[in-house]
């Protein structure tokens, strides 16, 4: 079976080190399967030196990366100006609970002052974060709290991007978000910042049932463009019990329809002896 995957949660992407990370996970079909090759488009996985992997048999624990991420789509490149409070944004939806909160932070210009002599001087963005738990209908339970004051410096005119993860009691929640320096708007400075992303990462009972799972973690390189990253596939065997004419096997990788049909048929509930087995 040469199969594309479905997505089995929301992808969502952070950045580490100024690198933008993509995380996926893929529901490869129901029950086990013997993964013979896992490829981007048609060049094995392990030829990319940017990409982690990670196949969770049925009942197994993704380990990995959190799966459970949703990502606002209110929040898309919004300015964030000095002493103005930006949001708020719904983090996650009606009837889920998050258990950590994310921002990105992405500064366009890079940061930094230009001297005259062409050399680059330091320069600080410090921005304000703020959460305020709200119920299902999106109406505040509780006041503001600060989760944590972000000052970001730098001396480049490269582009920075960072990714600020909090830990919260479990709930629904709104975010803002408010620059507290001063912005300086001379050629000389590159001073911008804008609110990227907003992700929450859900409380998750991590139990997906009796399914095998994909989990891929790629960094945005030169090996990988936006489009290759859509591209993930995989040739597998479905694995099936397999009647021996006394007993049924442990699953075992199988192309014969019949223990597909058979499997089926038990799945539904039907036994043994309502099966023509010979």
Same mark, same amino acid.
């Given at each position: 079976?040469?199969?594309?995957?479905?997505?089995?949660?929301?992808?969502?992407?952070?950045?580490?080190?100024?690198?933008? +990370?993509?995380?996926?996970? +893929?529901?490869?079909?129901?029950?086990?399967?013997?993964?013979?090759?896992?490829?981007?488009?048609?060049?094995?996985?392990?030829? +990319?030196?940017?990409v982690e992997y990670e196949v969770?048999?049925?009942?197994?624990? =993704?380990?990995? +990366?959190?799966?459970?991420?949703?990502?606002?789509?209110?929040?898309?490149?919004?300015?964030? #100006?000095?002493?103005?409070?930006?949001?708020?944004?719904?983090?996650?939806?009606? $009837?889920?609970?998050?258990?950590?909160?994310?921002?990105?932070?992405?500064? #366009?210009?890079?940061?930094?002052?230009?001297?005259?002599?062409?050399?680059?001087?330091?320069?600080?963005?410090?921005?304000?974060?703020?959460?305020?738990?709200?119920?299902?209908? $999106?109406?505040?339970?509780?006041?503001?709290?600060?989760?944590?004051?972000?000052?970001?410096?730098?001396?480049?005119?490269?582009?920075?991007?960072? %990714?600020?993860?909090? %830990?919260?009691?479990? $709930?629904?929640?709104?975010?803002?978000?408010?620059?507290?320096?001063?912005?300086?708007?001379?050629?000389?400075?590159?001073?911008?910042?804008?609110?990227?992303?907003?992700r929450a990462y859900l409380v998750?009972?991590?139990?997906?049932?009796?399914?095998?799972?994909?989990?891929?973690?790629?960094?945005?390189?030169?090996?990988?463009?936006?489009?290759?990253?859509?591209?993930?596939?995989?040739?597998?065997?479905?694995? =099936? #019990?397999?009647?021996? $004419?006394?007993?049924?096997?442990?699953?075992?990788?199988?192309?014969?329809?019949?223990?597909?049909?058979?499997?089926?048929?038990?799945?539904?509930?039907?036994?043994?002896?309502?099966?023509?087995?010979?």
């Amino acid at each position: 079976l040469l199969a594309y995957p479905d997505l089995a949660a929301q992808p969502y992407a952070e950045y580490a080190g100024n690198e933008q +990370f993509l995380y996926q996970l +893929f529901c490869i079909g129901r029950g086990e399967y013997d993964v013979e090759a896992i490829r981007i488009e048609d060049t094995a996985i392990d030829e +990319f030196d940017d990409v982690e992997y990670e196949v969770v048999a049925p009942g197994g624990t =993704l380990s990995l +990366f959190p799966a459970a991420v949703t990502t606002s789509v209110e929040v898309a490149g919004q300015d964030l #100006p000095t002493s103005t409070a930006v949001g708020a944004y719904v983090a996650n939806a009606a $009837g889920t609970d998050a258990n950590a909160l994310a921002i990105d932070l992405v500064y #366009p210009r890079g940061i930094y002052y230009a001297n005259t002599d062409g050399s680059l001087a330091s320069v600080d963005v410090v921005v304000q974060i703020e959460a305020r738990e709200i119920d299902d209908s $999106g109406s505040p339970v509780g006041s503001w709290s600060t989760l944590a004051t972000e000052t970001v410096s730098g001396a480049t005119t490269t582009p920075q991007r960072r %990714s600020f993860r909090y %830990s919260v009691t479990a $709930g629904r929640y709104e975010v803002r978000l408010t620059r507290t320096d001063t912005e300086q708007t001379a050629v000389e400075y590159g001073h911008d910042v804008v609110w990227g992303a907003l992700r929450a990462y859900l409380v998750d009972d991590a139990d997906y049932g009796d399914v095998t799972l994909l989990a891929v973690r790629m960094r945005a390189s030169s090996q990988l463009s936006g489009q290759a990253a859509r591209k993930v596939n995989v040739i597998a065997t479905r694995k =099936l #019990p397999v009647w021996s $004419g006394a007993a049924w096997s442990a699953a075992t990788a199988t192309r014969s329809p019949a223990w597909a049909l058979a499997y089926t048929a038990k799945a539904i509930g039907l036994t043994d002896a309502e099966l023509d087995l010979a």
